[in-house]
């Protein structure tokens, strides 16, 4: 037994001895418009291009008319009267049968359709003469009817009018679409045509779609970092995002090409656009459900450096400057306010109680310095207890990184904004990372990390090697809370067929919704956050690396757990005593999750979303010295009752 006794580490817990809080906001969710994330993914509508407004006016639609009658469906355009939505068609129906005269919409590679769901089919309209009665109907891949309901809009209706009408779909489909019919005689203007499944997130007319948001609500995350990303500087300044243009009534709002539109040829994406349907009011009123911070970042006066590298000059920043400050008074200001007001008429009186705000997105060198110190200036004068988070670029590390962290902590600045999509070997070797950053000042937070593995691409991207290297990774995290303060993966959401970047979090299709690996990695860190990090040593040294374990260790105060995680990524199991100190006795059970595959290429798939997930058992407990067997390739989360 003595060669066995050998190979048990010792692990100390030293449970009075606290090194630093945990902060409530230490693991959340940055969310970005990347990989059909919002159009086409979690906001809930089905049709694609509803007002036209695509480059090309009718991508999306198809037009199926016997006999053909040349200009029946026009594209009519109103620039002038209304520069955010200002094309419309026009539908001539001349003494048409039903069937004769169609308009399909092919949704977002296809619609989501489930048997028994209610569907909300609106429409705005105007009969300009005679009299159009219109069908819509749900078809399955084979273009059989699956549900349909007659329209009868109001004949000699001059003004824009909203009609909806809701009905059953009698079979499930994962690549169905929306036919609208057309008969009698007459002329109809139509806008906003729209599909939306019944049952939406908190049942919202209009909303998001109900199990991706329960992803995200399972994680339990501190704060949700939104819109983006890319998308907030755009490809140039014309096309970054605009949060005012994202708020007040969703047919106002202006569409904008999604940069991920052209931006990798390899995985083109020409139908992929912004309605802004999911804005501004509905991140808040996201984070308000589900009890995260809101982190919003908003543009600098710099477009995306790798494209255009465009700047607005220092003389003119100020609207820029003004969006900021008006953002601050939208979500907290008092109902009289211009902004508290559009708020309140949004259907939220009550303020979003926002603590903080990005100010660019992985912008650097000395032309983003000096916008930021002009932003600082101005929104801390006006809001000093708002806390500013800026970028140090785009790379952990070289040239870049160095002129910025070193200038933005003499700023003083809340946050500076780490990003690392690296090799799993960059996440086991980097646990140290922030041992020897200083403890006072400014705080960091790892908004964008991955590990990303070589030579594959797409879903497989997402292996159990990569997850499992970022859970050891976030040991180091977790261990330097008095660092480290905020963290999240990125990007969050992927569709199977419209993806432009890999690995993501979230992997879905029109039906399904599957945790990568990296997801219940996250998931396990903040639903098993603790309040306060202990130590946890082997041989007096914390635990990063030696025999490839990793851990890490936390108290929860109003539970009185101690919570521990370890990672063992050798291919074989190890065994380890945990040595608690500073404890009168554990209680006689433990709670033990386990994430483990013994094949490191192994990935969770539609067809088995759960290949790794973790495994929750309970453990029989004797004494102040339990024995854990680590399993190969795997992380650990055991929560111990201490008394």
């Not at 806008?191 to 499944?197: A, G, H, T, V």
């Not at 067929?497 to 998931?523: E, F, T």
Request: charge should be neutral; proline fraction near 6%.
């Amino acid at each position: 037994g003595s060669s066995l006794f050998a190979q048990t580490k010792n692990f100390v817990v030293s449970v009075n001895k606290p090194v630093a809080p945990i902060p409530s906001t230490m693991w959340g969710v940055f969310f970005e418009d990347i990989n059909f994330g919002a159009d086409g993914g979690i906001y809930a509508e089905l049709v694609k291009n509803r007002s036209f407004e695509f480059f090309r006016p009718l991508m999306g639609w198809k037009v199926d008319q016997k006999p053909v009658e040349e200009g029946c469906i026009l594209i009519q355009n109103r620039a002038v009267k209304n520069t955010n939505n200002p094309r419309f068609a026009r539908v001539t129906v001349s003494n048409r049968a039903k069937g004769s005269l169609s308009l399909t919409n092919e949704g977002f590679r296809g619609m989501g359709i489930k048997e028994g769901l209610r569907y909300d089919f609106s429409m705005l309209y105007k009969m300009i003469s005679g009299n159009v009665k219109m069908y819509v109907e749900l078809l399955n891949a084979r273009k059989e009817v699956i549900g349909s309901a007659e329209i009868l809009p109001e004949a000699a209706n001059k003004e824009w009018k909203k009609l909806a009408v809701s009905f059953n779909a009698s079979q499930t489909e994962e690549k169905g679409s929306m036919r609208i019919l057309f008969e009698g005689n007459g002329v109809i203007d139509l806008d906003m045509l729209s599909l939306f499944p019944g049952d939406t997130w908190k049942n919202r007319p209009g909303g998001m779609r109900t199990d991706m948001v329960q992803m995200l609500s399972d994680m339990k995350p501190g704060f949700i970092r939104f819109p983006g990303g890319c998308i907030v500087e755009g490809f140039d300044l014309s096309q970054r995002y605009q949060w005012k243009k994202t708020v007040g009534p969703v047919e106002e709002r202006q569409l904008l090409i999604n940069r991920w539109n052209f931006e990798f040829q390899h995985r083109p994406a020409p139908d992929y656009f912004q309605t802004f349907g999911l804005g501004f009011f509905e991140y808040f009123q996201l984070c308000s459900d589900i009890g995260a911070e809101p982190l919003p970042i908003l543009n600098c006066g710099m477009a995306c450096q790798f494209n255009s590298g465009e700047v607005v000059p220092l003389d003119q920043l100020q609207p820029y400057i003004d969006d900021a400050l008006d953002l601050i008074e939208f979500a907290n200001g008092d109902v009289t306010t211009q902004w508290g007001k559009l708020r309140a008429e949004m259907g939220h009186p009550q303020p979003f109680n926002l603590k903080m705000l990005g100010v660019g997105n992985e912008n650097w060198g000395p032309q983003y310095l000096e916008r930021f110190k002009a932003f600082q200036k101005q929104l801390h004068a006006k809001y000093p207890n708002i806390k500013l988070v800026a970028s140090s670029g785009t790379d952990p590390d070289g040239d870049r990184f160095s002129l910025l962290n070193t200038e933005l902590r003499k700023l003083n600045v809340d946050f500076v904004d780490e990003h690392y999509y690296r090799p799993p070997q960059f996440f086991f070797s980097g646990i140290n990372r922030y041992d020897n950053y200083p403890r006072n000042g400014s705080k960091v937070f790892a908004g964008e990390y991955a590990s990303h593995t070589a030579g594959t691409t797409g879903p497989v991207k997402n292996s159990w090697l990569a997850a499992l290297s970022e859970a050891a990774f976030l040991t180091g995290l977790e261990r330097n809370a008095e660092v480290v303060q905020m963290a999240s993966y990125a990007p969050l959401f992927a569709h199977y067929d419209g993806w432009q970047w890999a690995p993501d979090l979230i992997w879905v299709n029109n039906l399904n919704v599957i945790g990568s690996p990296s997801y219940y990695v996250q998931k396990l860190y903040s639903t098993n956050k603790g309040t306060t990090v202990i130590p946890i040593q082997l041989d007096n040294k914390i635990i990063a690396g030696q025999d490839s374990l990793y851990a890490t260790a936390a108290i929860d105060a109003p539970s009185k757990e101690i919570i521990i995680k370890i990672v063992n990524a050798l291919p074989r199991q190890q065994s380890v005593t945990l040595n608690f100190e500073g404890i009168k006795k554990l209680a006689g059970t433990a709670k033990y999750t386990i994430l483990q595959s013994d094949d490191l290429n192994r990935v969770n798939t539609i067809a088995n979303p759960g290949a790794i997930s973790p495994k929750e058992t309970d453990i029989r407990i004797t004494g102040k010295k339990p024995a854990i067997p680590l399993q190969a390739y795997s992380f650990n989360v055991i929560r111990l009752k201490y008394f």
